[in-house]
């Protein structure tokens, strides 16, 4: 059976919001290498990001009142560092990498990799 499973961790090589590889120290192109859905990280990360939008939910039906934008974000930006093993050629903190919206074209290649069990196949 184990050779059906999929691999804990995979690299992304970033990309430039126009294409190309975002180059970073050394002109070495970024590298972020992420936890997969198979993972412990990843699972104990998606148990914590799901409990809080539980909460904020259930506080929003409670209150009638929409949940902080910003609280939204910081537990997704939460959830992706907590994915994250390391980041190649790019000095930065996950965490702040992932809460900058500035640099939102890499949260989401950073969120549609990790979404992507293909990414974590080995067979």
């Given at each position: 059976?184990?050779?059906?499973?999929?691999?804990?961790?995979?690299?992304?090589?970033?990309?430039?919001?126009?294409?190309?590889?975002?180059?970073?120290?050394?002109?070495?192109?970024?590298?972020?290498?992420?936890?997969?859905?198979?993972?412990?990280?990843?699972?104990?990360?998606?148990?914590?990001?799901?409990?809080?939008?539980?909460?904020?939910s259930i506080?929003?039906?409670?209150?009638?009142?929409?949940?902080?934008?910003?609280?939204?974000?910081?537990?997704?930006?939460?959830?992706?560092?907590?994915?994250?093993?390391?980041?190649?050629?790019?000095?930065?903190?996950?965490?702040?990498?992932?809460?900058?919206?500035?640099?939102?074209?890499?949260?989401?290649?950073?969120?549609?990799?990790?979404?992507?069990?293909?990414?974590?196949?080995?067979f």
């Amino acid at each position: 059976l184990s050779k059906y499973e999929t691999v804990d961790t995979a690299q992304l090589v970033v990309q430039n919001p126009k294409g190309g590889d975002l180059l970073g120290e050394g002109g070495l192109p970024g590298v972020i290498n992420l936890y997969g859905m198979g993972s412990k990280q990843y699972v104990n990360a998606k148990y914590k990001l799901d409990n809080a939008n539980q909460v904020r939910s259930i506080a929003m039906l409670r209150n009638n009142k929409a949940p902080n934008p910003e609280e939204v974000a910081k537990s997704e930006a939460e959830f992706l560092a907590a994915v994250t093993q390391s980041i190649e050629n790019f000095p930065v903190d996950p965490l702040a990498l992932y809460i900058n919206p500035k640099l939102g074209y890499i949260k989401s290649q950073v969120d549609k990799f990790v979404g992507d069990t293909e990414n974590f196949i080995q067979f």
